[in-house]
């Protein structure tokens, strides 16, 4: 078989008028079917987390993520030389306008759909959306940690923390926040931090705080990077458009290519090599 | 010593991959707008424009309607709750291709080792004898089974691209990979149709014909 496609196409086999009519009247009807939010069992310890189904829409000043887990922080700004009052227990209620979720001193764990959410010991969240318009966590205090999985077409999943607002479209990272300060740490995939109209780029190892970048995979400290215009261009991309960084010349040919064993088509191989100025066949 | 390589892509596939989708006109990223913001008018009226071409994609990768009404129902919760991340910078067919291909992987996955005992469709327009036209249909069936014998998204690049009638970036764009990912996949299930034909005469004999008027 030498071809790749076939002359005649499999013609699809129509459905019947009624099974459109009773799809159409199904799919509205799960779409006016909004139920909301389940809440996680209340205890004092750490909670076996039980699936919801949260999106997040970005607003502004946005992260864009590959895979993983973002971790929120904030800590209330005390100025106060006493010791902290002694913190509630956990509370779970359902706000007019969301979910309100705050932890003692026991850390909290909750499964989102496929994501995970951990709120560390004193921390406290409002969550507020629904799956067809996206979710977005405001974290008034403490920690949280979110275990995001690609989001691809879904709307992105939000953190607010003050003034920072953080798009995760799937990613390993933490976000930590103390008082007006914020910290974002990449430990898997690549993060776009948008602050004050700058875009920056973070790779696993980076840490970005305030505007400074530091960090392992680049090896460069001091003022953040600035993003160009291909960053932006990136971080206006719609959620779930994946473009793949342009690969180096080298790294573009391991891909255009595969070994094999048969040494079929060397010729355009050697071609190829040659139109781009690979040099002679070896 | 260098390898033997194969070309898997030649290089006039890449400038496929920076090709710009044109821009989606204004009329429809209203309607989008209209949609995701809950007008019930805008999403049955999308609902009507998509359901014919979401359907054939579904139908050609599963090559049956059995399940179908339940996967459409769930492509369609899925296209219309990610309405609001949708940009218009690709066509809203290949966004709603890319839902569907990714629901149809799904569905694939869980029933991997249901093979697809249904045939095709009762009006193939293979023109022929009555004889032929049974054999037609047995190719098909047989053609199905092999493709469930497959990884999905081999399976669903093939389909896209061989029986579907899809050009290389429309099905790299539903599967959301790369053209040369995608054409890795198309040509992986091709070899491994290659080898259920070769132990085969029936399915042999169906990619054959239909390769001679190709």
Redesign the interface.
Known sequence: ?????????????P?PHQ??T???S???A??DDKSGLSLPPLSGSAASPRPLAW?W?ASMGCFLAASGIASVIHSTTSSSAGPEPEPPAATDSRAQDGLHVATGAETRSVAIGDHRFTLSERSEIVARGD????WRVELSRGRIELEVAP??????FIIRSGDVEVRVVGTLLSVQREGASTEVHVSRGIVEVEHRGRIVRLRPGDRWRDGTLSGTAHGTTGAAREGDASHERRAA??????R?EPLARARWLE????????????A??ES?RA??GGGAA? | MQPKLRLVAPAADMAETRAEESPVDIATMELVRRAASGDRAAQRTLFRDLKRPMHATLYRVLGSNRQVEDLLQEAFIELFRSLPSYRGEAKLTTWADRITTRVAYRHLRRQRLILATDLPGSNLTVAGTPEHDLQAKEGVRRLYAALAAMKPHYRIAFALFSIDGRSLKEVAEATGVSLIAAKSRIWRARRLLNTAARADAVLAAYLTNAEATS
């Open positions: 078989m030498s071809s790749v496609r076939f002359g005649c196409r499999v013609p699809v086999e459905l099974t459109w009773r799809i159409e199904a799919v509205f799960r779409l999106h829409r799956d067809a318009d996206g989001r691809r077409d879904r709307p992105p991309r719609p959620v779930g458009e994946h793949p891909h255009w290519f595969e070994p094999s064993s048969e040494g079929e088509n060397v355009d191989v190829l139109r781009l070896r």
